[in-house]
């Protein structure tokens, strides 16, 4: 009796679209980790790479609950002696809408190798737009 161990080429990837719009950050955002990585796929194996893409439209209409808005901070670092910058979430929505759930599903990947190549097939628009149209995305309800 053998194992059977998913391969990466073995698969193709589909291509899922998600309206964000009224939705909870955290509730899309798990969503969104479990997709990129495949472990919705009764194939499912950790080191292999069978995620999907995923697509995200009206991302500046997203929903923190309580007082997360002006509470939640974001922080980063110029790698420079006192280069702690902090933004809090209201501010990061004027200034990137996009970038609170990629900030968001970014923490939900594992920290390996596969981080960088997961987050690039996810792609966030403002707007109910994309030009996605040619790979037929199956539109997700979240």
């Known amino acids: 009796m053998k194992s059977y161990m998913a391969r990466s ?26 997709i990129l990585r ?13 995620g999907d893409f995923v697509i995200v439209v009206n991302a500046e209409k997203v929903v923190f609950t309580g007082n997360k ?13 006192g280069g702690i910058k902090d933004i809090t979430a209201e501010k ?11 900030k968001a599903v970014w923490g939900m990947l594992p920290k390996n190798k596969w981080q960088d190549t997961l987050i690039q097939r996810m792609k966030v628009y403002t707007g109910g737009e994309h030009p996605h149209a040619p790979q037929q995305p199956e539109v997700l309800e979240v």
């Open 9 to 34: 080429q073995d698969f193709d990837k589909k291509w899922y679209l998600i309206d964000a719009n009224g939705k909870t950050v955290g509730r899309i955002a798990t969503r969104i980790a479990t």
């Open 38 to 50: 495949g472990k919705g796929k009764p194939e499912f194996t950790p080191h292999a790479d069978i």
């Open 69 to 81: 808005w002006s509470q939640k901070t974001y922080y980063r670092h110029t790698n420079h002696p």
């Open 92 to 102: 990061l929505l004027e200034k990137e809408p996009g970038e609170i759930l990629k």
